[in-house]
């Protein structure tokens, strides 16, 4: 999947329904409840948190070629796409960023100081300027090290043989696990940067980024089946154990205690609007949620039915219709929905 095909893509969900930069906090992993919320509305959890770290200039680079290309229309209310947007093929992509909420990068991180220190040592070469600065990672990276006993020459070569064997499993393109191993460094060898990258295959940085990220969920994917396990070493506190947001699992505690939301607002000392996108994001995830607390069973209905009928999940537009509930309401029922 290009960069390009991954914004049309969360833009064809969201069509006429939300603004042009709505996809920028998706991909990026804002942890507002308009994004949470989105994610559960639209089945857009594959798209969240894949490029934490993307800068709007280049998100808004890539948009302007969407113009462009003729697949957006100009329209400053909302994502206003083309028939010939609309009619495009959507690739088939690994990502699971709901599962992984950017924390590829710390197995990224890990991995590539390991095959560093393996690369460096098995050459008794001792001494070396770390790819990774981070102290945390560092010092990760030694405990696991000491643990497998890294001075035993078959440590190093049974890890290769994990590694590659591990991604031959994998199900992404050969150019996918090459833009891996061009990341990484060795001895006499400094991973290539993105711009290296890029132009070496006719993409941009952000495609070759984005493939870099499919590669490395469909590879944990595998990692995760226990088959290999000084790669499966790598994956601890990778994976989210939770699909609540850590605020969002507070707010459940103090609730599953009997607090009301205006009470929950007061002892975390939030504002309402905060404790009640936690609402929305415990109903979108939670199959049993009781909404009885929040709304009547006929206001649920009204919301609902008019949505469906409606086709449309825009806030404003219900509430043109059904002025007697609150935003917040519904919210709230389009999530049990």
């Known amino acids: 999947m290009l960069f390009d095909e991954l914004i049309i893509a969360i833009m064809k969900a969201v069509n006429r ?74 690739p088939e992509t690994p990502l699971n960023g709901w599962k992984y909420r ?43 090290l000491r643990k497998h006993n890294f001075r035993d020459p078959s440590v190093p070569s049974e890890f290769k043989n994990q590694l590659l064997s591990s991604l031959e499993e994998t199900m992404v393109p050969e150019k996918h696990k090459m833009i891996l191993m061009q990341r990484l460094s060795g001895l006499g060898y400094s991973g290539l940067t993105w711009e290296q990258i890029a132009a070496g295959y006719g993409n941009t940085p952000l495609d070759v980024q984005l493939n870099l990220i499919e590669t490395l969920h469909a590879w944990m994917q595998v990692i995760e089946q226990n088959r290999y396990p000084l790669l499966s070493a790598l994956m601890e506190g990778v994976i989210q154990q939770s699909s609540l947001t850590e605020s969002a699992q507070r707010t459940e505690k103090l609730f599953a205690r009997g607090f009301s939301l205006e009470q929950i607002a007061e002892l975390r000392q939030l504002k309402t609007s905060t404790i009640e996108d936690h609402f929305v994001e415990l109903a979108m995830n939670d199959p049993y949620f009781n909404y009885s607390s929040f709304m009547s069973e006929e206001a649920f209905q009204a919301i609902v039915g008019l949505s469906r009928d409606q086709q449309t999940k825009r806030l404003r537009d219900i509430k043109e219709k059904l002025p007697e509930v609150t935003y917040f309401q519904i919210r709230l029922a389009l999530a049990i929905k």
């Open 17 to 90: 329904e939300r603004t042009v930069s709505s996809p920028f906090h998706l991909i990026k992993g804002k942890k507002s409840g308009q994004t949470i919320q989105d994610i559960g509305y639209y089945g857009l959890y594959p798209y969240f948190a894949v490029m934490p770290q993307l800068d709007k200039q280049a998100y808004d680079q890539a948009v302007a070629g969407l113009f462009a290309r003729g697949l957006l229309r100009q329209n400053d209310a909302v994502i206003d796409l083309t028939d010939l947007a609309i009619t495009s093929q959507t």
């Open 102 to 144: 950017g924390n590829e990068a710390l197995f990224l991180n890990r991995l590539s100081l390991i095959v560093q220190t393996f690369s460096h040592i098995s050459q008794k070469v001792n001494i070396f300027d770390p790819v990774i600065n981070s102290e945390d990672i560092q010092s990760w990276v030694k405990t696991y």
